[in-house]
């Protein structure tokens, strides 16, 4: 089934550097690939997506890529601020002998940005 | 106000008591999932339901169970047969379950945290 993995476990920046999260997949079926942020005490929200058929997506200082050949994708934040600190989950959809995909998580990327 | 809730939001249970986590959505989504969150491990799926009436065991079932008689509501019951089961749990839903096609978002509720005497 599908695993995902991702790298590094903890990630500390200063304000106004950018920071690099990254996750492999290993179902060449996956074909959306979500990244959710996860403030302190608060519920995870999805904050940018991929789908299989680009190669990279922005908004704003946030962009995600995907290299489908190599089965990895990567958060890219640019001009981190404080407000960016928290952890960050890659996820992508395990599919198994159905057409149903469940969203499997990595491990997660607890980021701080220092000011 | 649309949304997700979660309750209790903290839940203390003596070893061999079963519990109760509440899950309640208004979004009229017909997808909903339970997640297990414990640190450096992510998010790792209990169960979840395609439609009312119907769930399927996720990666790590065993010492859990749940229903879904309506549309709103995923209950998760913590059984004693659990060998680890303080942790953060998160309920989620999505308008569907993602296909080869379409994926939904999923939108979480804010977590309750059990802990287990």
């Known amino acids: 089934g599908e695993n995902v993995e991702q790298h590094p476990s903890t990630l500390s920046v200063q304000e106004g550097d950018s920071a690099v999260i990254k996750c492999t997949y290993s179902?060449?079926?996956?074909?959306?690939f979500p990244w959710y942020k996860q403030e302190l005490g608060k519920r995870p929200q999805l904050i940018i997506d991929?789908?299989?058929?680009?190669g990279e997506k922005k908004d704003q200082r946030i962009a995600v890529t995907l290299n489908k050949t190599a089965k990895h994708f990567s958060l890219h934040i640019t001009e981190t601020q404080p407000e960016d600190s928290a952890v960050y989950f890659c996820?992508?959809?395990?599919f198994g002998s159905g057409n149903t995909g469940k969203l499997i998580f990595g491990q997660g990327t607890t980021l701080q940005v220092k000011p | 106000d649309g949304g997700i809730t979660q309750s209790p939001k903290y839940l203390f249970r003596k070893e061999g008591q079963n519990v109760t986590l509440s899950c309640e959505q208004n979004?009229?989504?017909?997808?909903m999932y339970w997640y297990r969150q414990d640190p450096g491990q992510g998010l790792r799926l209990i169960y979840y339901?395609?439609?009312?009436?119907?769930?399927q065991k996720g990666d790590i079932a065993e010492g859990y169970s749940v229903s879904r008689e309506k549309k709103e509501s995923f209950p998760l019951t913590v059984t004693s047969a659990q060998k680890n089961p303080t942790a953060f749990y998160l309920c989620?839903?999505?308008?569907?379950?993602?296909?080869?096609?379409?994926?939904?978002?999923?939108?979480f509720g804010e977590g309750s945290r059990l802990t287990v005497l």
């Open positions: 979004l009229n989504h017909d997808a």
């Open positions: 991929i789908r299989s058929n680009v």
């Open positions: 996820a992508a959809p395990r």
């Open positions: 989620a839903s999505s308008m569907f379950v993602g296909d080869r096609i379409n994926t939904g978002e999923l939108f």
């Open positions: 339901s395609q439609i009312v009436n119907d769930f």
């Open positions: 179902d060449s079926a996956s074909n959306y």
